[in-house]
């Protein structure tokens, strides 16, 4: 009896380590490098070009850092762009458990960009910060050059590309604040917080009311006080 104790402990502890390693082994994230088509107007008439597209979230402080990288330029220029005129930026559509975009911007170009030949986007940055906890997908929305003065291309997907990165969202807090959730009316000091005449008018009669009844009282203490 007591070695078939043992063997059902160490089976047990066996099970038990083996099930926190496959927790501790699960990934937060998930990354794929996905060829994006991207489908461009700019101010030279439309242009395409097909460039992998990668993103990947590190968490800082309550929220993630979310880097976007092109590998290959999405269009060319017809003129030189000096150094320092021109400006990515792109947008991250939101999917799974959060909805709407990351907004991600890159750095001006740190050096000239020599005519018709494909521009480097290079890696834009943003900050994603969540509002519940859940599984949230990233997906390669809008891209915009803007390069002296204006937007000179704006890029859109055309081959409806998967998400490039899935991120599991833990440790978000429910309160106020929350996805889904109304903070409550706000209160000065410890009055009652009004939302309307009527709650006015109830107000003052409530008070009309109290300030009725204590003057009765008072008359009635008199009253009793003089009869004596």
Same mark, same amino acid.
């Given at each position: 009896?007591?070695?078939?104790?043992?063997?059902?402990?160490?089976?047990?502890?066996?099970?038990?380590?083996?099930?926190?390693?496959?927790?501790?082994?699960?990934?937060?994230?998930?990354?794929?490098?996905?060829?994006?088509?991207?489908?461009?107007?700019?101010?030279?008439?439309?242009?395409?070009?097909?460039? @992998?597209?990668?993103?990947?979230?590190?968490?800082?402080?309550?929220?993630?850092?979310?880097?976007?990288?092109?590998?290959?330029?999405?269009?060319?220029? @017809?003129?030189?762009?000096?150094?320092?005129?021109?400006?990515?930026?792109?947008?991250?559509?939101?999917?799974?458990?959060?909805?709407?975009?990351?907004?991600?911007?890159?750095?001006?170009?740190?050096?000239?960009?020599?005519?018709?030949?494909?521009?480097?986007?290079?890696?834009?940055?943003?900050?994603?910060?969540?509002?519940?906890?859940?599984?949230?997908?990233?997906?390669?929305?809008?891209?915009?050059?803007?390069?002296?003065?204006?937007?000179?291309?704006?890029?859109?997907?055309?081959?409806? @590309?998967?998400?490039?990165?899935?991120?599991?969202?833990?440790?978000?807090?429910?309160?106020?604040?929350?996805?889904?959730?109304?903070?409550? @009316?706000?209160?000065?000091?410890?009055?009652?917080?009004?939302?309307?005449?009527?709650?006015?008018?109830?107000?003052?009669?409530?008070?009309?009311?109290?300030?009725?009844?204590?003057?009765?009282?008072?008359?009635?203490?008199?009253?009793?006080?003089?009869?004596?």
């Amino acid at each position: 009896m007591p070695n078939r104790r043992r063997t059902t402990a160490a089976l047990t502890a066996v099970v038990a380590v083996a099930g926190a390693t496959v927790l501790a082994g699960a990934p937060a994230a998930r990354a794929v490098v996905v060829d994006v088509n991207y489908a461009c107007e700019t101010k030279i008439g439309p242009k395409s070009a097909v460039s @992998p597209v990668d993103v990947k979230a590190v968490k800082s402080g309550g929220g993630y850092t979310i880097t976007m990288s092109f590998e290959k330029g999405v269009s060319d220029s @017809p003129v030189e762009l000096p150094k320092g005129v021109m400006t990515p930026r792109a947008e991250l559509v939101l999917g799974g458990d959060a909805s709407g975009t990351v907004k991600v911007t890159g750095t001006p170009n740190t050096a000239a960009v020599p005519p018709d030949t494909p521009i480097r986007i290079g890696t834009l940055t943003g900050t994603f910060t969540p509002k519940k906890n859940g599984r949230v997908t990233f997906t390669a929305g809008t891209l915009t050059v803007h390069a002296l003065g204006m937007d000179a291309a704006v890029c859109t997907p055309k081959n409806n @590309p998967k998400p490039s990165l899935e991120l599991q969202v833990t440790g978000v807090s429910g309160g106020a604040g929350s996805e889904g959730d109304t903070p409550p @009316p706000a209160t000065d000091g410890d009055q009652l917080p009004k939302t309307g005449p009527l709650d006015s008018a109830l107000a003052l009669g409530t008070l009309g009311g109290t300030v009725l009844l204590t003057g009765a009282a008072g008359v009635l203490w008199l009253t009793r006080r003089t009869a004596r």
